[in-house]
């Protein structure tokens, strides 16, 4: 596998967050991590790619993304791009897929877009599949294992009931599960190298996008409200019958696997 | 190249100076940049542009034992080691390190231990367990590692040692931080220990806290579980394995290892056999979770005259309290404490005092 780009996401350590009078999420000042289905896409690019391909990361955020973004230079990308403007600012997933789509093809041809199955803030998962649409390719979510041949990729996909396992052909857009692919850590000499690697920086006008199609502007959805429930409160009929019991908590288990 | 997170907690510090009474290091030089608060300050300052990372501030980060104290005690859940370590990493990328670090490195990196030593070997066969004797048991406290296996055989343990038992990363994360030249090295020695298919008992918890703590983080996990020694110890004990002695009518503290004392929360299975070895128990100031350092093996190979010191400033709390025996069961701590055994005092290696 020649070319391949991972869309990577920066996303709150914690799992308390504030957000502004337009319901967006206050990044600022907050302690970020890269999405960790993000990392484990990454870490499946850069077992494909090997010594002669190529991994190409890309973000969307603020300035402040270009140190973590050199983060994963180290740990063994060979290109990050940063996309960072004001205007973008409360992007929905179409709004942001449509940003990633015109980056991807301002940067290049790539055999293999890779993605995270969703990222742990919005929990949509909707982005790989807008952003293959927008690339006019094909879409596999939730893939657990990646592996390529000369004739294509074999990816299994986690279901809710089991695996499935699919044929493909590249250049496809693949959503990956977390911790299906541990992430590498940044090596010594990775670090050295990543030094001398500046990180790409890119905005609307250079992608060629007009102010209405970034951001709140260009979002198709809009947050009227929100409301906080306790974390793990689930109302449901209490059980005393142990077959019972377990059936439910399957089915409980089931709903939230992927 | 300090991460988010590391900064995070580098920049958290609330100056409460809660911390600065715990630091085992900062008690022995006095030095205001050995508080751990200190260190977080330079890192700052460093990413606000404010200050250089320079040879100074690098010989600053190595003055640190990553005993975890001040985590320990932080109210604002502040986790010095973090960055610490990471500004480690940041040290040998710049080649900014010291030079006796540097040796150390290479000396892992050609033989898998800081000593530059082929390690010796304590190979045998066995079917219960896999016991894992790790690199400084192997050099520098090889007693204890074969009390420990007469031990096992004394309670009726079939106990396996791998011939070329690899270097578990412990060694090498200490003194450049954790990188892909650690796991990797990890990688190998999860993959010798899960091939046996047998638990693991692990005599250093230095090497047992890297193999419970990051092995799974970073995706391979021992498949079979870890066990300390001397929890796997305290077991037999309780399951009337392994016989107590009658009362010796000595007095003993037992001095809990940082590792032991904050990763595992492991207080009692230590003093179960000092009891067991009829002992009588006193407690020095801070033990238990506030244990007090006496050094390492890693800190002892660049900073030797430094950990003395810290040693015999443990040493010096067992005096106060009027004790003289020093009960231990870390081959880490035996190589520290050994450094200047006071005059009148006694170091009780505890696996071989239930012999
Ligand atoms: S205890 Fe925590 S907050 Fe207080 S000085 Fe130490 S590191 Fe800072
Ligand atoms: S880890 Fe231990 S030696 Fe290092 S700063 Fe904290 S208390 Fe001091």
Redesign the interface.
């Known amino acids: 596998m020649k070319r391949i780009l991972v869309c990577v996401k920066a996303v709150p350590?914690s799992a308390f967050v504030e957000v502004d009078s337009q319901h967006r999420l206050k990044r600022d000042g907050i302690?970020?991590?890269w999405n960790a289905a993000d990392a484990s896409a990454l870490e499946a690019a850069l077992r494909l790619a090997g010594e002669d391909g190529s991994v190409t990361v890309l973000t969307m955020g603020t300035s402040k993304l270009e140190?973590?973004l050199?983060?994963l230079l180290?740990?063994g990308a060979s290109r990050a791009v940063l996309i960072t403007d004001r205007r973008m600012a409360g992007a929905d997933t179409q709004a942001t897929a449509r940003v990633l789509a015109a980056a991807v093809k301002k940067l290049g041809d790539f055999d293999l877009i890779l993605c995270g199955c969703k990222a742990i803030d919005g929990e949509t998962g909707q982005v790989p599949g807008q952003l293959a649409a927008a690339l006019g390719l094909p879409c596999v979510s939730n893939g657990e294992t990646l592996e390529a041949d000369p004739d294509g990729l074999t990816i299994t996909r986690r279901l809710e009931t089991g695996t499935q396992e699919l044929r493909g052909r590249t250049p496809t857009v693949i959503s990956l599960c977390a911790y299906s692919?541990?992430l590498?850590?940044?090596?010594?000499l990775?670090?050295?190298r990543?030094r001398n690697i500046p990180v790409e920086v890119l905005n609307a006008d250079d992608l060629g996008l007009l102010p209405e199609q970034c951001g709140l502007k260009g979002s198709a959805t809009k947050v009227l409200a929100m409301e906080s429930r306790f974390p793990g409160m689930r109302r449901g009929p209490k059980e005393t019958d142990l077959t019972l019991g377990a059936k439910a908590l399957g089915q409980i288990l089931r709903e939230v696997r992927p | 190249?300090i991460?988010?997170?590391a900064l995070?907690h580098a920049e958290k510090c609330r100056f409460c100076w809660m911390c600065r009474h715990l630091c085992p290091v900062q008690h022995q030089t006095g030095k205001e940049l050995n508080t751990p608060r200190a260190k977080g300050l330079l890192l700052s300052m460093v990413h606000k542009e404010a200050q250089q990372f320079d040879k100074d501030m690098a010989q600053a980060m190595y003055e640190c034992l990553l005993c975890d104290a001040c985590t320990n005690d932080c109210a604002t859940g502040y986790q010095p080691p973090l960055f610490i370590r990471e500004a480690r990493?940041e040290a040998?990328?710049s080649e900014l390190a010291p030079e006796s670090v540097m040796h150390l490195i290479d000396n892992v990196e050609r033989t898998g231990n800081i000593y530059g030593v082929e390690k010796p070997g304590f190979g045998r066969e066995g079917t219960d367990v896999l016991v894992y004797i790790g690199e400084a048991a192997a050099v520098k406290a090889p007693e204890m590692a074969e009390n420990l296996l007469k031990l096992l055989e004394k309670a009726g343990v079939s106990a396996k040692v791998l011939e070329k038992e690899p270097a578990s990363g412990v060694m090498l994360g200490d003194l450049?931080g954790?990188?892909?030249?650690?796991?990797q090295m990890a990688a190998v020695c999860a993959k010798a220990l899960n091939e046996t298919k047998l638990p693991v008992v692990v005599l250093d918890s230095y090497d047992a806290e890297i193999m419970t703590q990051k092995y799974p983080?970073?995706?391979f996990e021992i498949a079979a579980g870890v066990t300390t020694a001397t929890a796997f110890t305290a077991k037999l004990l309780a399951e009337g394995k392994l016989e107590a002695k009658a009362p010796l009518g000595v007095t003993g503290a037992c001095h809990d290892d940082d590792r032991l004392a904050r990763t595992f929360h492991e207080f009692e299975p230590v003093r179960r056999m000092a009891k067991a070895a009829g002992y009588d128990l006193t407690e020095m100031f801070n033990h238990g979770k506030l244990a007090k350092s006496c050094g390492t093996a890693v800190a002892w190979g660049y900073m030797p005259e430094l950990v003395t010191r810290i040693a015999g400033g443990r040493w010096t709390d067992l005096t106060r309290i009027g004790c003289d025996t020093m009960l231990v069961a870390n081959p880490e701590t035996w190589q520290c404490l050994s450094l200047c055994v006071p005059e009148g005092c006694r170091l009780v290696d505890l696996f071989g005092a239930l012999l």
Do not use: F
């Open positions: 350590v302690n970020l991590q140190s973590p050199r983060e180290a740990r692919y541990p590498r850590l940044p090596g010594i990775g670090m050295r990543a | 190249m991460s988010q997170n995070h990493t040998v990328v450049m954790y990188t892909e030249e650690v796991r983080e970073w995706g």
